[in-house]
């Protein structure tokens, strides 16, 4: 007997043996054993997906000598038939090579005379999108009224083609692309009973090189198995698809996130020894930083569509998201750059090198990863924790920019602890004079317009914040602060887990006494040539929303999780526990990384505390609101020093000129630094 390939073979014969396509199942199934049949069905989908196959499976349920119902017999003489491709009554029609109006005209010529075996005379008319406009116009009369004993069966892949006045005759079922899933159980199905060695890898291989084709995996499932002598093995695959391992991209993403630019390298060397093209190796790249960043944002929502779904979630609580979401874009702006570099490859080892050079966060072992697996966590794999991101040791930084979101909730002002200690605020507004060369705008961002500054949210009043900036006489001395173990720079480990706040929380008050401030270095302000040790401090003793405005700028955090805490509010500290509000609108972006993060750091500044208390609640008092204040009152100061300049003055009479204000840029960053 001849050999007969695993698509032709392995047909489904029932809608119980069919894969995938549940939706258009469930209404056909229904409709056959309730007996509301329609005249005509329409079955759109791409190559490969099953739509011929339903259609025949229709048409012997339709013609099954047990009777219509949705499970037919297939032992009778007539689902024998319709297998095999021999029953009369089933008019298999190929539209691609009988386009013309006088084919369609001689196929309808038959259609009022009643079936010869069966109950139906059904037609199935594969491609139907080829039909000419004559044809048609031809079939539509047919199409609309057709005898009780005729249906029609029509398929395409083109469903754009046709006519509405066709559309509209139609019941139609658009057929889904197969999942990577679903083609990887059905070939575990097959190669067992068909007794084939397979190993895992290869089956994802070809899933995903079938691109939601069933048939397609199964042509080349039968050409690898000729490749392979008889067994699928996951580098001969490969090697025929002249594709990239997914483990070995899995493998590339893990040395990016270890910062290990030896293995990054090493692994493009392997990689170049199969000839890959790169184009695709950058969007599988890409891909896997997708799924990476879905898990770390809902970790519900990644699937095992390619099988690696736990080695996804392992990547996911390894690094950080700011990591994530800078490497994709790199991958974004490089992809289109391969071809202008010297080769492919050299153009994508520039990508990869550029993704641990610009990454801010230090590496991090991650292990190795689990292997790829058909069988999603929970159902009997090896499932590992849900990703927690990666813990990160705080760096001495410079303060960076808080992203500046508006903040316009308000509410009531509810009782204030006192922080420990008291913080020097000391601001230098110095100018520079050109005014007319443009300037870049400060760490903390531009200047709000003169337009929006009446709508502004204020955290203290107008004359307070313009206080901040003014010169002023001590009228007590400054002394040095007394070094304390307890206020030692280097970051405690935190083990105490960290718990949601409620609205219960014990708000204590901590009983302390203000310290003195530490003393300044003599830095003289070279627009009032005072020193910075003259300038005001902050009386936290009344005060203690204002110590955590600006407390927080000096505790080293950086992207997401100093965004997250910038828009917080001091509510209590007990000596143990500290009780922030923090925005809703970062809700979302919470997790216990950034919790970690923060409180390895707080203890610095907070000695005692090792637990956070937070709920999101609307904020108004945030470290925030505080930077923009400084910064908008440095940005007039400086406007009103210019306008008032004798130099200046005249420039302007002179040549008719008028100033920018936004021109106008404080020398130094108004923002106290953490030194």
Request: hydrophobic share 45%.
């Amino acid at each position: 007997m001849s050999y007969q390939v695993l698509a032709r073979k392995w047909r489904p014969s029932s809608f119980s043996e069919m894969v995938g396509q549940a939706h258009v199942l469930r209404a056909l199934v229904n409709a056959l054993d309730q007996q509301r049949l329609h005249h005509a069905y329409l079955f759109t989908g791409t190559r490969g997906v099953g739509k011929t196959s339903i259609a025949r499976l229709l048409a012997k349920c339709l013609n099954c000598e047990v009777g219509v119902s949705s499970s037919p017999c297939g032992i009778c003489s007539a689902c024998t038939d319709i297998a095999n491709g021999r029953f009369i009554d089933l008019i298999e029609v190929d539209a691609a090579s009988r386009t013309k109006v006088e084919d369609t005209r001689e196929l309808l010529e038959n259609v009022q005379y009643a079936p010869s075996r069966g109950r139906f005379k059904v037609y199935l008319i594969d491609e139907v999108h080829m039909l000419s406009t004559s044809s048609f116009n031809a079939l539509l009369k047919t199409l609309e009224e057709p005898p009780p004993h005729v249906k029609f069966l029509l398929a395409t892949t083109d469903p754009q083609k046709l006519p509405m006045t066709v559309l509209s005759r139609c019941l139609q079922f658009n057929l889904k692309n197969m999942s990577r899933e679903h083609i990887v159980q059905h070939l575990h199905t097959i190669l067992a009973a068909e007794q084939v060695p397979y190993d895992e890898p290869s089956l994802w291989s070809v899933a995903e090189a079938a691109r939601g084709s069933m048939r397609d995996a199964l042509s080349l499932t039968d050409q690898a198995i000729a490749f392979g002598q008889g067994a699928l093995i996951e580098q001969e695959v490969a090697a025929m698809l002249g594709s990239v391992d997914l483990r070995r991209v899995l493998k590339l993403v893990r040395a990016i996130f270890e910062k290990n630019i030896d293995t990054v390298l090493a692994l493009v060397a392997e990689i170049d020894e199969h000839a890959p093209d790169y184009q695709a190796l950058m969007t599988e790249l890409m891909s896997t930083l997708h799924r990476v960043a879905i898990a770390q944002a809902a970790p519900s929502a990644i699937d095992n569509q390619k099988g690696d779904q736990a080695a996804i979630i392992q990547l996911a609580g390894a690094t950080q998201p700011e990591d994530v979401h800078l490497f994709y874009q790199i991958a974004i702006q490089a992809k289109p750059d391969l071809a202008l570099a010297p080769s492919e490859r050299a153009g994508f080892e520039m990508a990869l090198l550029r993704m641990v050079a610009f990454s801010q966060t230090p590496a991090r072992s991650i292990g190795e990863l689990p292997a790829l697996t058909s069988a999603p966590l929970g159902a009997g794999a090896d499932a590992p924790d849900s990703p927690k991101p990666a813990q990160v040791e705080p760096e001495s930084v410079a303060v960076e920019p808080v992203s500046e979101t508006p903040q316009s909730n308000t509410r009531a002002a509810a009782d204030r602890s006192t922080p420990p200690w008291p913080v020097d605020v000391s601001v230098d507004v110095s100018v520079d004079v050109p005014a007319h060369v443009p300037v870049e705008p400060t760490l903390a961002g531009q200047a709000v317009p003169e337009s929006n500054k009446a709508s502004m949210p204020r955290l203290l009043p107008e004359a307070a914040v313009v206080e901040l900036l003014e010169p002023v006489t001590s009228t007590q001395p400054v002394a040095p602060e007394q070094p304390s173990p307890a206020m030692s720079r280097a970051p405690a480990a935190v083990s105490t887990p960290v718990a949601q706040a409620s609205p219960q929380a014990a708000r204590i008050p901590l009983p302390v006494t203000a310290q003195p401030l530490a003393e300044q270095p003599a830095a003289v302000d070279a627009l009032t040539g005072l020193e910075k040790a003259q300038w005001p401090a902050v009386d936290l003793q009344q005060n203690p929303t204002h110590w955590w405005q600006v407390t927080l700028h000096r505790l080293g955090l950086v992207g997401m999780t100093k965004t997250l805490f910038a828009h917080s509010e001091w509510v209590a500290f007990d000596g143990r526990i500290l009780t922030l509000n923090i925005s809703p609108n970062y809700k979302k972006v919470m997790t216990d990384n950034h919790l970690e993060r923060f409180l390895a750091v707080i203890g610095t500044w907070l000695p005692g505390c090792c637990e956070l208390y937070h709920d999101f609640k609307p904020v108004e008092q945030t470290p925030q609101l505080w930077v923009d204040q400084l910064v908008q009152a440095a940005h007039d100061k400086a406007y009103d020093h210019l306008k008032n300049d004798a130099f200046f003055t005249q420039l302007v009479a002179q040549f008719d000129a008028e100033l920018n204000r936004e021109s106008a840029q404080p020398i130094h960053n108004p923002i106290p630094s953490g030194d």
